[in-house]
Nanobody, 124 residues
Framework: QVQLVESGGGLVQPGGSLRLSCEVS????????MGWFRQAPGQEREFVAA????????YYGDSVADRFAMSRDMAKNTVYLDMNSLKPEDTAVYYC?????????????????WGQGTQVTVSS
């Protein structure tokens, strides 16, 4: 069974940075798609970023494209989300997810496995 464990969330001031990590066990990050999504209270789950094995460059959501960067370490079976220039509207629970497909990287419905989420709060 695939398990995903996120870490790295916390409280940060506006303009600050955080790095989220997602370690995968029971499956590989080198196939299919690894994605990051976020969900704020009362809002729908939002696509943040995704990496597929068929494309070198990540996909990004419009609201984070120039501030966030997704990467992966195959040796550690871990993906990362580097978040810079954080804004209060980035406050949410961030989820890591894994899909066996590569065709719909931005749709949360396409992912079979999810982590428990990590809280990111951007506030002064």
């Amino acid at each position: 069974q695939v398990q995903l464990v996120e870490s790295g969330g916390g409280l940060v001031q506006p303009g600050g940075s955080l790095r989220l990590s997602c370690e995968v066990s029971g499956g590989t990050i080198s196939a299919g798609t690894m994605g990051w999504f976020r969900q704020a209270p009362g809002q729908e789950r939002e696509f943040v970023a995704a990496l597929t094995w068929v494309r070198r460059d990540p996909y990004y959501g419009d609201s984070v494209a120039d501030r966030f960067a997704m990467s992966r370490d195959m040796a550690k079976n871990t993906v990362y989300l580097d978040m810079n220039s954080l804004k209060p509207e980035d406050t949410a629970v961030y989820y890591c997810a894994r899909s066996g497909r590569t065709s719909t990287p931005t749709a949360f419905q396409g992912y079979e496995s999810w982590g428990q989420g990590t809280q990111v709060t951007v506030s002064s």
